[in-house]
């Protein structure tokens, strides 16, 4: 269980205005955090509807509200919330939608999921473990150009080509197949350690890249302004700046949609859920 506080909680519910007896979507469950707090506030007559990609996230719903009469939970990626709306007949009729961006606490912490740099465990990254490949077997093949485009464009890494040249070098002599392993090549190339760790960046490209996580989103916030009742808010969590820039023209270019409201993360934030020091929340509403 996430012993943190849900990123942004209390911005979250004024975003989403939750009103007793709607229809809601918590489009990246968790640990469900945020769909506590939008049960407590919708009551019986009301329906939320959790969707995650990953199956012990999945698991957690079923366990932790798998008996309430007003919740239910997919497994799938959040663009084909389309097609749960088609078949439940709820088209157009949707309250809110929201979307708390990029990977849990607990894929973090767990070892096993190969997420971090700071707990060793095989090289994998993958939020839905049924689809595409682990990075180990991507990084097993992929040119030194393709890794240095990846760690360039979801990383913002300046350092990508020296990385990827090392990565290259050093799977020559032995596979790369656990985080430990990729993070101490990356803190060799880049030298000294700072506050930061230097692997940081190349983790973040790579876990975006093999999760489509930028294509995913784009898809999800077309779905999602689709479904929407009139007055319905659209509310995004994103925590770095390529998916914020995504979130931020998307409400800007959709005539439809009505920009409500724009959080950027302060110290209190960051104290209740480090993981929200980089966080930014917009929330829409589709115009009447
Ligand atoms: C930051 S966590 C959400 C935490 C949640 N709000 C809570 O309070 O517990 C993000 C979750 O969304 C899921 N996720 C990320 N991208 C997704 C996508 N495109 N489709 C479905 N689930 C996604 C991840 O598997 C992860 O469980």
New binding site residues.
Partial sequence: M?SHR?VMLEEALAGLAVRPGGCYID????????AAAILEQLGDGGWLQG????PE?VATARTRFGDAPNFGIRYA???ALGEWVVETDRVGAVDGVLM?????SP?LDNAARGFSFQHDGPLDMR?DPERGEPVADWLSRASAEEIADVLYIYGEERASRRIARAIVAARVETPITTTGQLAEIVRRTMGRRGRIHPATRSFQALRIFIND?LG?LEA?LARAAEILAPGGRLVVISFHSLEDRIVKRFIRDASQLKAVQRVLADEQHARDNPRARSAVLRAAELRA
Avoid at 51 to 54: K, W
Avoid at 100 to 104: A, E, P, R, T
């Fill in positions: 996430d849900p489009a990246t469950f968790g640990r469900g955090g945020h969707f995650d990609q990953d996230a990626r959040f663009d708390d961006l990029g990977v849990s894929q939020m996580e995913a999800g």
